[in-house]
């Protein structure tokens, strides 16, 4: 603490804040409970609720369980370097992740993705985005007591990932989406296994929607339950599915199209009723346009060319900063680079919706009973792992 | 495979480089500069309209001196205030610019200047047209006693990313009400981690 002070950092307030909870659990009336981080739905992640008798009084997150210091690593690597170990903050989103820091990286380096790459990299991330939503569909699905709905999407992602397995040569941690394009191109046969694929998969979402989202139980668990209303939505700057559930169609894909999305026919889903259920099936309706995009992009890729723009083996990046955005499962997801003319950059910022997402916890939470508390949680598509970067 | 068989010379040295992204943004693309290779840090190709009328709705009311324009591209302002402008510039932004949230809030260490530079970026989720911008308002700090008001009156989400800067780079936030551990450990009691001077052990 001794450093810190020579910094400048005082710690009045926190002495205050310390003495004010400790109060509140001297009252017999209330109680502070900790959920995580061993517990099974939190994941790696911990937060405090101070309940009065059901309902919660206040809750205050405390993540940081799986921080690996991601953005200082950066500074130790260089541009290509860096590209395995970024994927780790969401390994099953592994492909969105990178999306962006290709494309700052590109900007900072000044180079450009061939055609044929372009459809393969969007092609790979939407695969990622239905991959990830299916998983966090089925943690979902178990944490409101409803096993079928872990078995189906865990299933069903098993065939997702043989796929991306074919494409990549890896199942979870592909290193595919990197900077100048994708890393191979795509394996003889695949177009029609993927669209053979897309098929099935339309076929299994509409049994999804009968057994899950159609089940009286799991309406009456999410209906009306933790509304986030359209402005407190803006004033928190909430992203991605949480966002769009609350009545705002905004998609980064829409928003700010990257690589060849403004060539893509698509509809940004979203509902105006802003409870635990909008946030739950935009996803979903998410995962039905991410086939009709697939299909387009394959349609619409060309037949031969180059799919990656060869880079300096040690690309330096021009001196300047770049922030650039893409789409991810959780929402909006940008870095921020700066870079001093050198091979390594001089700081990496990556602004993760997980964390942005994480500022409406406390304010969903707090007056909902403690039972709403597995439906609020999950439904925010947090991923503990990417806010701790 | 196949792909790395055509090489092209000089893909490294476009006269673009750190311009605009790659994806054609909505806003036209202005031609590649014309001038000679000048220092690259500022060859910036002309800006885009839009984005200049909106820094000029900034300049016309705080005047030059208060605000430093960093970069004008498509879809992409920065400009520099100093620490106490900061909120007066911040809630003109809201009011009347229409850029209603704030999606992160990243510091950036340079010890040579002996700065912190702390960097807000902020989007809109409620005009269609601002959509797709970003609009980065900085400002800078002494490293010894840094130190910067507070934000979140005016952008209630910077508060976790605030919580989080100061924990990462040692900028207290004046008139935050938690300035307090976050992502690192209760009982860390090291440098704050994104400062140049902390190294990672080994390397």
Redesign the interface.
């Known amino acids: 603490m001794a450093k810190n002070v020579e910094h400048g950092i005082e710690d009045d307030l926190n002495k205050k804040l310390a003495i004010q909870i400790v109060k509140e659990s001297e009252d017999d009336r209330l109680m502070r409970l900790s959920v995580g981080p061993q517990h099974p739905g939190s994941g790696h992640f911990r937060f405090t609720v101070t309940v009065d008798g059901d309902y919660i009084v206040h809750c205050d997150p405390d993540p940081g369980y799986v921080h690996r210091g991601e953005e200082k690593m950066c500074e130790y690597r260089n541009f290509i370097q860096n590209i395995p170990h970024l994927e780790r903050p969401v390994i099953h989103d592994s492909s969105n992740i990178i999306y962006s820091y290709s494309l700052a990286v590109e900007q900072l380096v000044g180079i450009e993705v061939p055609r044929r790459g372009q459809f393969i990299r969007a092609l790979a991330s939407e695969r990622e985005r239905q991959i990830y939503t299916l998983y966090w569909l089925a943690i979902y699905g178990i944490f409101l007591g409803h096993s079928t709905m872990f078995m189906w999407p865990t299933g069903d992602r098993e065939l997702f990932i043989d796929l991306m397995d074919a494409l990549t040569g890896a199942r979870v941690t592909h290193a595919f989406n990197i900077p100048g394009g994708v890393r191979n191109d795509i394996p003889d046969g695949f177009k029609d296994k993927c669209l053979r694929n897309i098929a099935y998969f339309e076929k299994r979402l509409k049994e999804y929607e009968d057994i899950f989202y159609n089940n009286p139980l799991f309406r009456q668990r999410t209906e009306g339950v933790g509304i986030l209303s359209k402005e407190d939505a803006i004033k928190l700057g909430v992203t991605g599915s949480v966002l769009r559930a609350s009545g705002i169609p905004y998609d980064v894909r829409k928003a700010e199209p990257y690589d060849i999305y403004n060539e893509m026919d698509f509809k940004v889903q979203y509902m105006k009723s802003g409870d635990s259920f909008a946030r739950s099936y935009v996803p979903f309706l998410d995962m039905k346009e991410s086939c009709h995009i697939m299909r387009q992009l394959l349609d619409k890729m060309p037949d031969s060319g180059e799919v990656r723009a060869k880079l300096q083996p040690n690309p330096k990046g021009a001196p300047g900063e770049a922030y650039r955005r893409v789409e991810s499962g959780r929402g909006a997801l940008g870095y921020y680079i700066v870079s001093d003319g050198t091979p390594k950059p001089y700081r990496v910022k990556i602004s993760v919706g997980s964390f942005r997402n994480m500022i409406a916890l406390p304010h969903l939470l707090v007056g909902s009973k403690l039972a709403d508390m597995p439906s609020v949680y999950w439904s925010l598509n947090y991923w503990p792992v990417e806010a701790d970067r | 495979?196949?792909?790395?068989l055509?090489?092209?010379p000089t893909?490294?040295?476009?006269p673009?480089?750190?311009s605009?992204?790659?994806?054609?943004?909505p806003s036209p693309k202005p031609a590649a500069g014309s001038s000679p290779p000048s220092p690259?840090?500022k060859r910036e190709p002309e800006s885009p309209p839009f984005e200049k009328g909106i820094v000029s709705q900034i300049i016309s009311h705080f005047g030059n001196d208060k605000i430093k324009i960093s970069?004008i591209r498509p879809?992409?302002i920065?400009i520099n205030v100093n620490p106490a402008d900061i909120v007066e510039v911040a809630t003109f932004i809201r009011d009347n610019l229409g850029f209603?949230?704030?999606?992160?809030v990243?510091g950036?260490?340079y010890p040579k200047d002996d700065q912190i530079e702390v960097?807000y970026?902020l989007?809109s989720?409620?005009r269609d047209d601002l959509?797709?911008h970003?609009f980065?308002l900085a400002t800078r700090t002494n490293r010894?006693?840094?130190?910067l008001p507070t934000l979140i009156n005016v952008?209630?989400?910077?508060?976790?990313?605030e919580r989080?800067t100061?924990e990462?780079l040692?900028v207290?936030f004046e008139g935050h009400?938690?300035?307090?551990?976050?992502?690192?450990?209760e009982d860390w009691?090291?440098?704050?981690?994104?400062r140049k001077e902390?190294r990672?052990r080994g390397?």
């Open positions: 495979m196949t792909s790395e055509k090489e092209k893909t490294n040295s476009s673009q480089q750190s605009s992204p790659s994806s054609p943004p690259p840090a970069y879809l992409r920065k209603d949230h704030a999606e992160a990243s950036t260490d960097i970026q989007g989720y409620s959509e797709g970003v980065s010894d006693d840094a130190r952008y209630r989400s910077a508060e976790y990313h989080e100061f990462m040692g207290y009400p938690r300035n307090e551990r976050f992502i690192l450990p009691a090291d440098l704050p981690p994104l902390f990672i390397r």
